[in-house]
Structures are given as structure tokens and as C-alpha cells.
């Protein structure tokens, strides 16, 4: 007891309101010294996109595979929400430490890893991850709704309550299936980052047939506890935290992202004035990225006042939105603010968090949700085709990026779906190499039947109740780049033709050629545009 | 009045319960000499998967445009929650009187004026078409939410209340936001139908921010009204109609539907077992078709007791289902059932309208139900990959069928979702010259983040949590025809090897070659079983 109490620091006493829990205060050394964490266990973690993962843990147990040349003999399956941080996950996959990871993933040797089926991995609408997991489809091999399906669980509290429940930090994500599902937790008591109580509203994922409404009808609404239960018999250790998030600079904005915003600026004033947006027009949601940001930056300074946001994930011009007082209220799974960012939310704290919910990722990405309140969504995708099918994850249809996330979750179910991506990006050998318009995806995330609004720098294409040829005319019209445009055009032209005289033109393609632009950005040509089809 | 009074049957008198109503009887011919009906029109109709259509009014309107020569020059865009019959919009197809359709059709002309444009379709999951209709998304050119949107909508009732509302027949399915959505309402009161009255529950597509939870939570459970609110200062006709659905007789089960079937009662058997589900399962959905019947004829003489139904269409094998006692009670929105079904369906009325209910089709549909509810979902595709994409509208990627319907209503949303398929389809030169299972689909409709188990009749491929070179493996050994077999295995084979050369190997294809197995049987050659690849 010496030496526990030696534990007992002033910033564990004033988080941990719960003193039964003091006696399970461990370090990490002692911890991984037991023999505890063994190869091929099943493991999850808290977290959501870089931030509210564990850090101490993980990081030594990376250590510890680095100094006893454990690489490749300490594996894991991984579960966190979404991604963690490069150095966590990535050091792992360097350490050959992950064996499946699940489901959505940032960090080069992660990608690299996954793109060399040396770490399996599968990407799923974060919606239905929590509910999969907890409906035993990650281990189909043991019986029952109710078995712990998780060897161990290491999760980051910011604070304990009395009842010895979880106070999340700066994300909630999958965090309460997470616990929900495991047989043994490691608790990272973090001391260092402020103490988020109040911020979160916390559901468990329940199963069918005990499964109820969701009775959420404003972004503000709360249905559930600000604490994530937790049932401390299954907790083995309580260690202190004193890392901060390892975020990263917020992406610069483009002219291209500038423009892009603008088109969609102004088409939601264009819905406002035809009487099908109301004028403080509906809750937005906002992918992550320069684009995004730029987005939110332009609501920021527009003309829109009164707005709220349905998303999942807050980024750092959400602070100018707020500030600007044009938006009333956010509701997310996760803030991941860049280091500056961050500091000018605690700064800006007493005013943001009665303007401010985190939720289960579970219910920000839910469809229900996002049905009823009528959710405007925006996402960049890979590329999107003629006909308004999008890819979001693979790059030349076989190499994975970060997965699907919650990108179909918002577009499928919201009552506006819009895609945006610059026209085109560079490749080596051309700066307009690959064209983000393309005759055909070649993977499809989200079908033709889920998007309303396609937008580049070029031009904004509404193809809401088009039929398929009045889709493709209209897309190449106002999105292609210039350069690209003859190019698509032809194809169109010559597959409407191919197709015509075979009776099968409603979706005019053809699957000879469809690729062609695909295989020649990936030859020694490294360029999309084609001399001819 | 005299003219008017002669109109006022005893059939009439027995159904229509609001005598104001009687005054607007008239005539067919009358209505369509009176020049109501102009070219350019929108127009709506009720009726879902061939019944519950209005048939006297589009009958007669055929009746004057082949009688006046008036072929492609009385033109109408035409809202339907599904498909209706040959004998009205197959027959307006082929007179050219229909400019557009939405967002579902059956019917070989159809069919071939879409393929052609001359029709222009758009497909649209079934749930989401009644709000887009009432949210403008189809009249984009209007102002305002509550503009009415269609000119004129033809309804088929077989009762008026006293209040003046609609009682429908066989089907719910979008006709009460077609209503809704109506400038000009043309009754058709159906008096040789049985009167429906008490088998339905009837909501309105609400739009965010007015739209609410809905709070059903069991299958059975009534949230609406029995009827479908009129406003009777819209109607301008009504007219009595003694003209029953015409439906087709039930497609015969071959025996590779019975092992289909078989594959999938073992599979639900297994996950009993294994705790995953309820003994009585959870609500099921079934789509149409022979597999369907197969399976639904099958649970019919299986295991499983006390079993319950959410489902888009009930056929004929759910009577057997009812009559075994095995079914406690189904939800749907409609019920379209063979001559002899109806027959059988009617004479088990007094016992089955306490086990049945009939929903608007965006409730039927909901997401938001299906995922509460924990739906197991089974739908047939066109083809499916080999990691575990599925195309249910586009024969080699172009053709359009009937469109994609509610299959991912219930496939996204569902907490099973089974796609089951014969592995082979005849072509003209080869009895198995259609591979079901393909390198990749050649048109996307549910993706590989939708799809749980894949089912021909050689086996059954449970891909939950397998990363997608797991599935491939799986669903090729599993689920191919065994002369397709050693065909897909190279191809996946070849894939992996180059994929892996230039580390893009998450989901290995070869562009230059995906479609080989397509070509090949839209060439000459007639069949998908190449020499090579």
C-alpha cells in the first residue's frame, strides 16, 4: 500500500471521486511487468479521430516490444470508434503489433500495413460499428448476446464520478460499447487535460428486440448520462495520465476549397429563397478537411445566423462560427481541435459548453437521428462518376486510405446530401493528373441513389429527381475540370450511342473502356487525361 | 342530377359514408371529354407492387389516346409508390403517355422505353421518395414546401369515410404523400374489392423540422390513422370502378430456391444456437420472387414458432406461413397476391385482419423502424462480387430491370442482412452462362459496408468482420457455381499478386480485366465462363 499511495497524487485525488478505486493505482511499468497483455488478444480503446485515445499504455507497451524485440509476437485486434494517433496505432503497425484493426484508421505504416494485408482490416459505417460489436459479429465464434467479446479494454477518463462511472475528454465515440464489451479495463486517468464533466451525453448501444426510440428532436436534447457506466469489479488497473492529445495543425484553405465553399454558400441561399430551407436552414453536418473547413469558415462570415450543427467531428472553424455568433449549438462525437485550437476552447469553455454536446457515435452518425432532423450533409470523397455514385475509401478501387467513417451514415439519411471535392489533384508527372470526375467509380461507397448535390471549384450540379443521362450531362457540365470535359463528354456520347443500339442506355457505360482513365493515371503515363477513349 | 343520381349505385351508397362526396360522381368518359387531362401534366397514382392502382380513369385515358391517334402527344409524369400493371402503365408506356416515371416499374414496354430514354426513370430507395416528393425535390422549379405538387392524383379506394377521408385497398405504399402532394384529387371507388376498412395504418411523411419519432416498437404496434386524409375540395371526380387488381399467378419454387432456402433455415438455426438470436427470431423481411416464396414456404414448415413479419409486400406462401400457425403477425405495405391467393387471402379474412397490417410505405421502409426493430433482411440481386457488393437494378451495368425498390431500405438498415441469389443464370448459348458471383458488379447498389451473408444454392458466406481478401476467399468458395470457381479464384489470385506488387492490396481487382466475365457475355460468345483472363 506504500507504494500505491505514492500514486495517490493531488491530481488523482481531485479526478477521482471514487476512493475504492485508489487501491487498483498501478504504474504502467507494474502493469505490463504482470504478464497481463498477451498476444493475440482483442483489445479496445477509447477515442475518436486523434483524440480521447489512451496514451500511456499503449505507448509503453510499444516500448516494451521495441526493447524485447517482441515485433510481430505481440499482436492485437484492435477496436477504437475511429482513428487514435500516429503515436499510438502507427507505432504499433511499425511494431507489427496490430493483427486487425476495426473500423477506420489514420497513419501512414497503418495504411501501408492494411494495404499489404499484414493488418486485416475492415471499414464500416461508424453508425453500425458499436451495435456490431455488441451484437457479437466480431466474434462469431463465442455464444451469446451478453459475453465480455473484448480481452481487454484501455480507456482515458478525465474524471471519475462517485459512482466510479467514466468521465470521457474530448470524444465519446464507441467508447460505451467499447466498456460495455469488456472483460477487463485499464483506466488512464488523464490529469492533465481539464476536466470535460457536462460535455457529453452518453447512450449505451442496445439490440433488438430491446431497442427504443431515440427520442432526440433537437441538436440539443439530451437522453442520456453525462458518464460512460462502468462496472468497476472489471477494472484491473488506474493509471495516471499527464500526455495531452497529440493533434495537428488545421489543414490549409485553398482557392480551390474557397470556391467550392462559395458554390454551396450560395445554393443554400438559392434553397432558402425557393421556401425549402428554412432561413436559419437546417442542421449542418462537416467532414473533416481543408474543404470542410472552409465551409464552416464561410458560414463563419456569411449570411446565416441562428444555425446548428449535427456532425461528427468539430474542427478549429467551428471556434470562428461560434465566435461570430452564428452558431447557436454543435452536437458531435468528438472536438479535435489543433493544438492552438484547443487552447482557444478552454479559453472560450464557460461560454461554449452550454453550446456544445458530445454524444455516442452511435447517435451522432445515427440515421434515425439524422433523418428527423432533417441533417444537411457534406463529405469529400475520392472521387464521384458521371452518374452521382461516390467513392470514399479506395484509391484506384484497391488501396485503402482511412475507410468509410461516417460518411454514408450522414449522406444516405440526410435530407440534402452534398459531395465536394476539388476538380482534380496532382499527380507526379501532371498537375491536373487525376480527375475527380470519372465515368465510373472504381469503388462505390455511396450509390447514385444517396447523393442530391455534387460540387466542385467549377460549379455546383443538383441532380435531385434526374434521371441518369441528365445526371452525367449535368455533372460534366458544372463540375469537370475544363481540361477533363471534352474527355468525359466523348465517353458519354460514345457509351449513350454503344448503349442505344443495344436496348440498355438507361445507365449508358462501357465496361471495355469504363477504367481507361484509371489505367492510365496508374501507367508510367501517371495522368488521367487521355489522348483518346 | 338526374345524370348524377343515376350514378349512385348501391355500391356506392354502401362505401361512400360522406353524401357531399356524391355529387361530384361522374362518368370516365365524361371526366376525360371534359379536357381535364393535358399533356405536360404530373400526375400521381396509388397503388404498390400491382394492386391498389387506379384502373378505370388510366384505362380509358389509354382507351382515348389510341382512339385519337393522340400517341406521344398526351405525355404525363407519373409518381407511383412502386409498380402498378401491364394493363396501365405497361399499355400508357406503349402509347407514348409517359414522359417520366418514379421511382419503380414492372412491365416489358416500360422497361424497353426506359432503356431507350424515351422514358426517363429515376430509382430511388422506396422510403425516401414520399419526402422527397413533399419536400419539392421533384418540382424544383416551385416555391415553397406546401406548394401542391402534382396536378392531378387518380386514388383507388374501397371506402369513404364519414369524414371524407380514403380507405385503400391492397396497398398503402406512398399514396398518402401523393395526396398530400395533389392540386386535383380523381376518386375511384372500388365495389367489387372486399372494403379494407381497419387493415391499415396510415401516416404522413412529415419534413425536418416538424417531423417527430416514430414510436412503434413492435411489430403491431399502430401509430396512425385507418384512413387517408382528403381534403374534398380537391376532388374533382369520383367515379365507381369494378375492376379487380390483375396479378399473376405466383412463380414456381425450383430446387435451387429450395436450397437456397435450406441454406438460409440452417443459418438462422445456427445463430439460435449460438445466442445471436431470439428463439422466435427477429421480424423478418422478404423480398419477391421465387427464392422469397421458398423461404417463406419454408419457415412455413420449419422450426421457428410464433415468428413475426416487417416487410415491404406479403405473397402468396405467407398464407401457408399464417395457416401453420407459425406466423403471429405480419406488417407490410401491401399485400399482392395471386388470383387464387386473393381468393384464399379473403376467405381467411375474419382470422387475418387481427394478424395483419398495412403501413405507408416510408414507415414500412424506415430506417429508423428496421434498425429498431433488428430486422433480418433478404433480398435477391442481379449479381453479386466477390467482395460482397451488389447490383439490383442494372443488367451489365446499363440495362435497367425494375429498380432498386425497398432493398436497401432494409439491407442498409436491417441487423441481418442476407442477399441470396441462384449462383447461375441461363443465357441463349449456355444453361449457366450468367455467373451471379463476378469479380466486381457491374453497377453498385448495396455496397460491401451493407451486406452480412451471401447465399446461392451451393452455400452460404457469413462475411461479418472479414476484411475483404477474407471475403473474397469465402463468398468465391462458398457461394460460386463450381465451373465458375476455379475462374474467380484465378482472377482473385492474379489480383492479389499485382495488387500486392504495388502495395495497394486491401481489396485486390485488375481494372484492365474486372469486367472480362461481363464482355464475354454481352459478345457473341453468349457466356461468362472464359478460357482466360
Known sequence: MGAVSKLITEGIKSRVRRPSLFSKLTTVDDLIASGFFKNGMRMGWSGFTGVGYPKVTPIALAEHVEKNNLQGKLRFDLFVGASTASETEDRWAKNGMIARRYPYQVGKTVQKEINANRILFADKHLSEFPLDLVSGYYTLEKKGNDIEKLDVVIVEATAITEEGHIIPGASVGATPEIVQSAAHVVLEVNTVLPNYEGLHDITLGKFAPYKFPNLIQRVDDRVGTPYIPLDNDKVIAVIESEKLDKTSDSELQDDASHRIA??????????????????????????????????????????????????????????????????????????????????????????????????????????????????????????????????????????????LGGSNDFLRNSKLSIMHTPSTRPTKNDPIGISCVVPMCSHIDQTEHDLDILVTEHGLADVRGLAPIERAKLIIEKCAHPDYKPILKEYFDMAENKCMSIGAAHEPQMLDKVFKMHLNVMSKENTMRIKSW
Chains 1, 2 share one sequence.
Open 262 to 403: 462559395n458554390n454551396i454558400l450560395e445554393f443554400l441561399e438559392h434553397e432558402v429563397t425557393m421556401g425549402r430551407l428554412p432561413i436559419h436552414l437546417l442542421p449542418l453536418q462537416s467532414g473533416v478537411g481543408n474543404i470542410a473547413n472552409a465551409i464552416i469558415g464561410g458560414l463563419a462570415d456569411g449570411p446565416f445566423t441562428d444555425v446548428e450543427v449535427w456532425t461528427e467531428v468539430i474542427q478549429d472553424t467551428f471556434l470562428d462560427f461560434w465566435e461570430h455568433h452564428k452558431l447557436s449549438f454543435a452536437s458531435a462525437t468528438s472536438v479535435a481541435f489543433s493544438p492552438s485550437g484547443f487552447k482557444r476552447f478552454y479559453e472560450m469553455w464557460d461560454e461554449l459548453k452550454d453550446r456544445l454536446v458530445l454524444r455516442s457515435q452511435s447517435v451522432s452518425n445515427s440515421p434515425e437521428v439524422i433523418r428527423r432532423l432533417g441533417v444537411i450533409a457534406m463529405n469529400t470523397p475520392v472521387e464521384f462518376d458521371i452518374y452521382g455514385h461516390a467513392n470514399s475509401t479506395h484509391v484506384c478501387g484497391t488501396r485503402m486510405l482511412n475507410g
